[in-house]
T-cell receptor
Framework: EAQVTQNPRYLITVTGKKLTVTCSQNMNHEYMSWYRQDPGLGLRQIYYSMNVEVTDKGDVPEGYKVSRKEKRNFPLILESPSPNQTSLYFC??????????????FGPGTRLTVT | QKEVEQNSGPLSVPEGAIASLNCTYSDRGSQSFFWYRQYSGKSPELIMFIYSNGDKEDGRFTAQLNKASQYVSLLIRDSQPSDSATYLCAVKENTGFQKLVFGTGTRLLVSP
């Protein structure tokens, strides 16, 4: 089954404790992206990757890191989480980077709470 | 900051009616436009995309694009209670950045 998976699905952590949210897709997609979703602010892009070893900042990259060492995986790293990073996070992938038809497949989401 | 704007709703329609969801965007050079549906607590799923002026129909859904007026809309015919969800408009801007910009979504409620 074609899918994007994220782990963990739920996470409660404390300020400053480094964490990683994993994202994996089995569709051989080149393009992967991370979003956060907050009430009233909608989906905002954190980072994206056009292919292996090619990443770039989205709209809200502060406090996050990413890496793309393999085509299928795109982990999101919070080196020192803070309460303002409490949010619902989505990973997404698509076959190529943005074209006229740009269908992104979203993972199930990770709800992160930082206390 | 380029913007994509949607009325947050809720938009309430009775079962069987036509639901009309609207989205405006600020970047006149935007190229492609997408409608996603998101059920509460779930991830967004693509309903339709459109990139040419005019209408595009897919089953009960019709996307309408007017680039001159910078708006895109989604019509849902014969609305069903299962259509109750938040509908997100997303725009591929005409920039070198490879990303979509999402609106905050319109919540649709279809009553039986």
């Amino acid at each position: 089954e074609a899918q994007v998976t994220q782990n963990p699905r739920y996470l409660i952590t404390v300020t400053g404790k480094k964490l990683t949210v994993t994202c994996s897709q089995n569709m051989n997609h080149e393009y992967m992206s991370w979003y956060r979703q907050d009430p009233g602010l909608g989906l905002r892009q954190i980072y994206y990757s056009m292919n292996v070893e090619v990443t770039d900042k989205g709209d809200v990259p502060e406090g996050y890191k990413v890496s793309r060492k393999e085509k299928r995986n795109f982990p999101l790293i919070l080196e020192s989480p803070s309460p303002n990073q409490t949010s619902l996070y989505f990973c997404a992938s698509s076959l190529r980077g943005p074209r006229l038809t740009y269908e992104q497949y979203f993972g199930p989401g990770t709800r992160l709470t930082v206390t | 900051q380029k913007e994509v704007e949607q009325n947050s709703g809720p938009l309430s329609v009775p079962e069987g009616a036509i639901a009309s969801l609207n989205c405006t965007y600020s970047d006149r050079g935007s190229q492609s436009f997408f409608w996603y549906r998101q059920y509460s607590g779930k991830s967004p799923e693509l309903i339709m995309f459109i990139y040419s002026n005019g209408d595009k129909e897919d089953g009960r859904f019709t996307a309408q694009l007017n680039k001159a007026s910078q708006y895109v809309s989604l019509l849902i015919r014969d609305s069903q209670p299962s259509d109750s969800a938040t509908y997100l408009c997303a725009v591929k801007e005409n920039t070198g950045f490879q990303k979509l910009v999402f609106g905050t979504g319109t919540r649709l409620l279809v009553s039986p």
